[in-house]
C-alpha cells in the first residue's frame, strides 16, 4: 500500500528552486500531541473529514492523495526549513495534500518527496509556484 509506489512526480520549478522527483506515501506515525507524518497520521487526525468525501476506510487514503496529487493541481511554496521544505498540492474540491522534501542538496542521493498529511481545504498555505504536470 505504501513506501514503493509513486504518488506523483514533482516538477521541477527552478525560479523557485524546487526540484523534481518522486512522491512517496509512507506507513508513517501519528504522535499523540496531534503531530504526524504519512498514512498513519492521515487516517487517525482526518479521517472523519476524509470519511465525507467518500473515502471509506484506511485502504482508500491512497486514492485519495492520488485523487488530490493529479495533473492541474496547484503548488504552494508553504516554507519549512531549508534542508526540507514543504508544498502544499491543493485539489480545492477534495482538499490538500502536503509533501517535504527528503532530498540531498548534496546530490548523494535522488532528491524524493513524501507526503506529511492530505485533508479537505480549500485555501491552501504559502505562494503559488506552479502546477503539476502531466
Not at 528552486?17 to 487516517?43: A, C, M, T, Y
Request: with cysteine.
Amino acid at each position: 500500500m505504501t513506501g514503493n509506489t509513486e504518488f506523483g512526480y514533482m516538477p521541477s520549478i527552478p525560479q523557485h528552486g524546487v526540484e523534481e522527483g518522486p512522491i512517496f506515501l509512507l506507513n508513517g506515525r501519528h504522535f499523540p500531541d496531534g503531530r504526524g507524518f504519512g498514512l498513519q497520521h492521515i487516517w487517525i487526525k482526518h479521517k472523519d473529514e476524509i470519511r465525507r468525501k467518500g473515502y471509506e476506510t484506511l485502504e482508500d487514503i491512497p486514492r485519495y492523495i492520488l485523487d488530490i496529487i493529479n495533473q492541474g493541481a496547484k503548488i504552494y511554496d508553504e516554507g519549512g526549513i531549508l534542508k526540507h521544505p514543504k508544498y502544499t498540492i491543493l485539489k480545492s474540491r477534495l482538499g490538500i495534500c502536503i509533501v517535504r522534501f527528503e532530498g540531498d542538496h548534496t546530490r548523494k542521493i535522488d532528491p524524493f518527496y513524501t507526503v506529511v498529511t492530505a485533508y479537505p481545504k480549500e485555501n491552501p498555505h504559502g505562494s503559488l509556484i506552479g502546477e503539476m504536470g502531466v
